[in-house]
Structure formats: structure tokens, C-alpha cells
């Protein structure tokens, strides 16, 4: 596996299990596909600790917010039969509840586009899941915030198309708009304009999950690696979703197809195009980009308790990863394995960055000395025998490596320190970023 940035010449691999081990993680799930084909497909661990049930192939894992590019897809398809319409307001379609009209939707209406793209201006909460015995609110309750629902009423905050908020009660809304429109549940409706297109025979988002796959679910797992109960998500467009890497791989190749070669199995050409566009609009994923590459990458995050995934694709070389955990500790192993992806098959983005040792002495190496808080983690360094140390909370001691004149690396562990100054020139803050690329700042005391 290999990390956002480390040290030349310094060796910085590690194993999947290795990784595993140290993040307390049960079960791994990881499908490739190449050019509109499955390359390979690799499990590890397993999906039950109690019985040592391992993790396969067919190993379904809760997709969580993946469930989102599905239902937006899912939404274009019917804008492309002319269902929908992407800027019309959604009230026109809507039957029963309807977006509540006020002070914020008198200009600005919330159209599917700014649902799916998360400007319609709804909130950002994450909405309740139940166990198998309660009863489940519809999907008109959750909206209404009525009995079963335990969450409040959805209604706009924000006016739409002003601002960019990810929302899960927002897609709960394009449930809500692919069923009226559609007159079939929900799941019978993604059945059909997705699951069979894209011969997703491992995926459901009926709850409780259907019996022919509930006998290959995983059980989720906290960083502890206590199992969680099995509960149910009644918010199946924003993270109801229960599936395979494999069966979210041939989703991916499916879009791709349909792009590449106007296959039309999902979406037209013209939907695409929009999709892939190189701008900040998300319509069903976020995107990476930038004007030196020809290429654009397209991903999803997605965590729910007990599972974590990550789907990325690169659109120009027809090829992408998913993978899917069964622990709250997924997101650091799943970065590493999407950057050993990229760097393998060479992709222009997610390579790592590799740093030269530069020379620097004890005198300069003073300003960046002293204590840096951030919540309630101090972090401190010192100068000792010419180098910069790190001082940790167990009172051991790692030599830093200048790498720039304000840059140093841990090189044990590839956590990169960054010291930032005011606008006078002096150091303020510093940025730790571990070797999976997540950061914290931390301010000088």
C-alpha cells in the first residue's frame, strides 16, 4: 500500500493485513475493473468474527452514502426518457407531500439538479436507523417528520442553488420524486432502471435486506471491533444500499460504457458529458481535475455504522476500484489502497508525493520549537542535537526530516508536519498530515 507522501528512498510499503492489523479492521472487500471487464477481485479478513466466516466475493457490505450515485443515476435515466426534467421544481412532479414553500424558495425553487448536486439548500443531518423489531417509518413520514420517524420535518434552510451542503434528507427527497414518478417502491424502481441494466444480481435496497442476500451479509464492526446489532435504513437513497465491490464495479462500467461508447444501457451521451464535466456541479459524484490532465477522476465516499467504502474512477482509462469494509476504521486502509491502485495502473491523479531530504540547520530550525494545541492533543517539538524533534504524548522522542523550509517528515510513519506563519512572518500554526492524507492544524501556544 502506499501513502500520500514519504521519504525518498525510504522503504514506505505496507500489506493490506498489516494494515488491517494496526487499524483493527475485520473484513476487506476490493473489485477492479479494466476497459468494461472485471479484472480482479480480492477479500481479506472476514465478515463474522464470532463464527470466523471469511469475506468472498459475494460478501454484501452496506454501501451507505454509495447508495447516492446510484439513486442519482438512477434519476437521470428518467430525466433521459423525459420523466423528469433536471431545473423544473420538483413540486410539479411530487404528489402527497411537497417541498414546504418559504422564506427561502420565493426566487429559487429546488429542482433535481440541486438535489443531487446538494445546492437545493436542505440540512446536513444524518437521519435514524432502527432496529428489526421497530417499526419503520415510509417514506412520507421521515419527510413529514411524523410517527415512526424520529427526525424532524425536511424542509429547505438555505436558498436554493446558493450553496453547496451535503444532505442526506436531500436525497431522501429524490426517493420520495422516484416513486411518485415512477408509481413503484423504491427498490423495484432502482430494480429496473439499474440493478438489471448493470446485472447487479448482489444488491437490494429493500429493509429489512431480502433473504437471498441476508445470508451473506457482513457484520459491522467498531475500531474496537465490537460488532454492532443489525439495524435498518430507512433512508434507502442516502445509505440504504446493500451490495458487493463487484456489483458496484459494474455499476461504475456501466456509466463509463454508456459514455465512451453511447451504449445507452443507463444514460445517454448527453447525461454523461454532464456528469463529467469539469466543473465543481456534482450530478451523482464529486470529481477530481485540473487543467494540466486530460483525465478526471470520479469518486464516492460512504460510512455508515459499522462500514466504510470508497468507489474511484478514472474516466479515461476505463478503469476503477471500490472497496468496501466492515469497520468504523476503514477510511486510512481504503486511501491507501485507491493510491497503490492509482500509481499501479498510473493514473494522472492520487500518486503520492516524494520527498527529498534538504539540509538545515539547528539556528533556523528553532522557530519552529514550542507547543501547538488543537481540541485537546498538544503537540511539541524541540531542537535537539542539531535536528528537530517531535515530542510525544508518551514521552518518546521521533527525529523530524527537513524536506522544505518550513516541511518536516516523521519518517517512521510518513506523518508530514507543515509550519504556517502569519502575516508578520511568524509561526502560528502547524499542519500534521498523516500518511493517508488526513490533516489537523494545531495553534501555537
Keep these: 500500500m502506499v501513502p500520500v507522501h514519504y521519504l525518498k528512498d525510504k522503504d514506505h510499503k505496507k500489506s493490506i493485513p498489516q494494515l488491517m492489523q494496526e487499524d483493527r479492521i475485520a473484513g476487506v472487500s476490493i473489485a477492479f475493473f479494466d476497459n468494461g471487464k472485471i479484472a480482479w477481485q480480492k477479500t481479506y479478513g472476514y465478515s463474522n468474527l464470532a463464527d470466523s466466516t471469511k469475506v468472498t466475493p459475494n460478501t454484501v ?212 458529458d454532464s456528469i463529467f464535466t469539469k466543473t465543481p456541479t456534482r450530478l451523482g459524484f464529486a470529481k477530481i481535475y485540473n487543467d494540466e490532465s486530460q483525465d478526471i477522476l470520479f469518486e464516492h465516499w460512504g460510512s455508515n455504522s459499522g462500514f466504510t467504502c470508497y468507489m474511484v474512477t478514472s474516466l479515461n482509462n476505463k478503469q476503477g476500484v471500490v472497496i468496501m469494509t466492515n469497520s468504523d476504521n476503514g477510511m486510512s486502509l481504503m486511501s491507501y489502497i485507491a493510491r497503490a491502485v492509482a500509481v499501479a495502473y498510473d493514473w494522472d491523479f492520487l500518486q503520492p508525493t516524494v520527498f527529498d531530504r534538504i539540509a538545515m540547520d539547528g539556528v533556523e530550525m528553532n522557530k519552529f520549537t514550542g507547543k501547538f494545541k488543537g481540541g485537546n492533543e498538544v503537540l511539541e517539538f524541540e531542537v535537539a542535537e542539531g535536528t528537530l524533534h517531535f515530542l510525544s504524548a508518551t514521552d518518546t522522542t521521533s527525529k523530524l526530516v527537513p524536506v522544505a523550509g518550513n516541511k518536516f517528515i516523521q519518517s517512521n510513519d510518513n506523518t508530514l508536519y507543515e509550519f504556517l506563519k502569519n502575516k508578520e512572518g511568524v509561526v502560528k500554526y502547524v499542519r500534521m498530515t498523516k500518511a493517508d492524507g488526513y490533516n489537523s492544524d494545531y495553534l501555537k501556544q
Design 61 to 272: 457490505f452496506n454501501g451507505a452514502s454509495l447508495s447516492k450515485s446510484v439513486t442519482a443515476m438512477a434519476a437521470l435515466n428518467l430525466v433521459d426518457q423525459g420523466v423528469l426534467t433536471l431545473n423544473e421544481d420538483i413540486n410539479k412532479y411530487l404528489e402527497g407531500w411537497k417541498v414546504p414553500d418559504n422564506k427561502f424558495t420565493v426566487h429559487e425553487k429546488v429542482t433535481l439538479k440541486r438535489l443531487i448536486g446538494h445546492t437545493a439548500g436542505f440540512e446536513r443531518y444524518v437521519q435514524s436507523s432502527f432496529f428489526p423489531n421497530e417499526e419503520l417509518p415510509t417514506i412520507d413520514q421521515m419527510l413529514t417528520g411524523e410517527k415512526p420517524s424520529v427526525d424532524p420535518a425536511v424542509s429547505v434552510v438555505s436558498v436554493p442553488g446558493q450553496k453547496q451542503v451535503y444532505s442526506n434528507p436531500g436525497y431522501s427527497v429524490i426517493e420520495k420524486l422516484i416513486e411518485d414518478v415512477t408509481d413503484k417502491e423504491f427498490n423495484a424502481a432502482i430494480t429496473e432502471l439499474i440493478f438489471e441494466p448493470c446485472d447487479m444480481t448482489h444488491s437490494s435496497f429493500e429493509q429489512p435486506v431480502p433473504n437471498h442476500l441476508s445470508q451473506q451479509m457482513a457484520t459491522g464492526y467498531s475500531n474496537a471491533l465490537e460488532p454492532y446489532p443489525y439495524k435498518l435504513f430507512p433512508f434507502k437513497a442516502a445509505g440504504g444500499i446493500w451490495t458487493t465491490p463487484t456489483d458496484l464495479a459494474k455499476f461504475l462500467l456501466t456509466v463509463l460504457e454508456d459514455h465512451h461508447s453511447g451504449t445507452n444501457a443507463i444514460l445517454s451521451k448527453s447525461i454523461t
